[in-house]
């Protein structure tokens, strides 16, 4: 997304925001955005009504309820906040234009393959938008689904997919373990016929919690060593009732922003073993936590005072350290005595941001070669994807555009922790993963504005 710092931008679209205050307080996060999405989309599989729970009011959910509304499926709010009901009952095909124009810049249509082959015999998918955070090819998605026996035919608008003679279970093996091609096999995996085993699959919490979503439907999946999973395809599903792993890309921003401010953020919901790679790190650099083991659980962040240490990280499918959670830290490191690495080996092209820190005061450098870890795929590819911080740098305010959403929320916590009033263009782009962030950025005591 780009936006000219000429005036053009909308004003509901930026962000005034005074920074220089610490964060103190508790804000709550609820279901894991890249859980939840996917949730509503396995509702398409069963014969009756699901009901999801502690659903954030995000614009990825807007996007895939309407998605679902368009194909026949009722969604309704339930008597709890944040409870939506998901009735497939009168699923049907939907107009291609309307696809098109409700999707957006979404990547989750493709998710729609599998269970509408299953549904409907036929399924389109609209071009993909999606964060520009490298090229993201479906390319893993087409070929599996070519597996499990689905024609694709390629459009100027978008794919359209068939399965004349249904479809039946597959070897397949990813050649990256893949979050959403691992996710793609799974809900078209439990209708197949015949038996699935994926080979070198993503195994991330939100994975996990898709299976026993998919299990509570009467699906059969068994998750081996190795990155193994094997899928029992059955005739039928029906409903499920869940409530879903609490947000940890969300959590870890909290505590990024608690560490770069000097501040003391309690994030309610938050749960530790989703989190032990970031906590470690975390502590390594010198932020304090602490565990509420009460019911409602949470997790305490603080800077306890003192100077942060430098460190090199890598990023990692789980159980390493998370491509979501380096940019929010990058801004803390900037605050670090010494020289920090950060070598992401997930997207390409995921450290763009940086030069907008640069501006604001960082000595953030990029860099083509693998640096403070194992070469990986990039390492050969003339893609900027390790960087060298140098700290402790004086944070001033700039006026900043947000390229996507995570490097959104690390403007956002660059801007708080720099001294004097920034302009945040293109917030909006927030709203997408964070849940009502204004609003907790005022619980928190931070002076912003639109």
């Known amino acids: 997304m780009e936006v000219a710092l000429t005036g053009t931008a909308p004003l509901a679209d930026v962000l005034t925001v005074h920074g220089g205050t610490p964060l103190h307080g508790s804000i709550r ?3 894991a955005k890249n859980l939840v999405s996917k949730a509503m989309v396995a509702a398409l599989l069963g014969d009756g009504p699901s009901t999801l729970y502690d659903v954030p009011n995000i614009r990825d959910v807007e996007v895939v309820r309407g998605l679902l509304e368009l ?8 008597a709890a906040d944040g409870e939506l009901v998901l009735d497939p009952g009168n699923a049907e095909s939907a107009n291609v234009d309307q696809i098109n124009v409700h999707a957006g810049s979404s990547r989750i249509p493709i998710l729609f393959c599998g269970p509408l082959l299953h549904r409907l015999g036929h399924a389109f998918i609209p071009d993909l938008g999606g964060c520009h955070i490298g090229p993201r090819p479906i390319d893993f998605h087409m070929q599996a689904l070519r597996e499990f026996g689905a024609i694709v035919d390629k459009t100027p608008g978008g794919l359209h997919l068939t399965a004349p003679n249904g479809l039946h279970g597959t070897k397949f093996k990813l ?13 078209t995996a439990v209708r197949a016929e015949g038996v699935t085993e994926l080979r070198n699959a993503a195994v991330e919490p939100e994975i996990i919690d898709l299976i026993c979503v998919l299990q509570k ?14 899928v029992e395809g059955v005739p039928r599903l029906g409903g499920y009732t869940h409530r879903p792993i609490p947000d940890r890309i969300e959590a870890a921003s909290w505590a990024a922003a608690a560490l770069a401010t000097g501040g003391d953020v309690s ?15 975390y502590r390594s650099v010198g932020g304090a936590f602490a565990i509420d083991d009460s019911s409602e659980g949470g997790i305490r962040f603080w800077h306890p005072g003192g100077e942060l240490r430098a460190t090199a990280l890598e990023t990692d499918v789980h159980p390493g350290f998370m491509t979501d959670w380096q940019q929010p ?16 080996t997930v997207y390409e092209q995921r450290l763009g941001y940086t030069e907008a820190l ?9 860099y083509r070669e693998c640096l403070g870890g194992t070469p990986c795929r990039f390492g050969r590819r003339n893609f900027r994807h390790s960087a060298v911080i140098a700290g402790p740098s004086k944070l001033h305010a700039a006026d900043l555009v947000i390229p996507d959403l995570r490097a959104g929320f690390s403007h956002l916590i660059a801007a708080l922790a ?10 909006n782009l927030i709203n997408r993963g964070y849940e009502d962030f204004e609003s907790k950025l005022s619980a928190l005591g931070a002076h912003v504005e639109r």
């Open 358 to 366: 640069n501006k604001m005061g960082a000595t953030i450098q990029v």
């Open 71 to 78: 194909h026949g499926v009722r969604v309704t709010d339930g």
């Open 267 to 281: 994030v309610r919901g938050a749960r530790q073993a989703d989190m032990m790679t970031f906590l470690n790190v």
């Open 329 to 344: 830290l990058v801004v803390a490191l900037t605050q670090a005595r010494g020289l920090s690495i950060v070598h992401e």
């Open 29 to 31: 996060v609820r279901g």
């Open 175 to 187: 050649p990256y373990p893949s979050v959403g091609a691992t996710e793609q096999v799974l809900l």
């Open 418 to 427: 720099a001294e004097g009033t920034s302009r945040v263009y293109g917030v």
């Open 217 to 230: 439907m009467g699906a059969i999946i068994k998750v081996h060593t190795d990155r193994v999973i094997e």
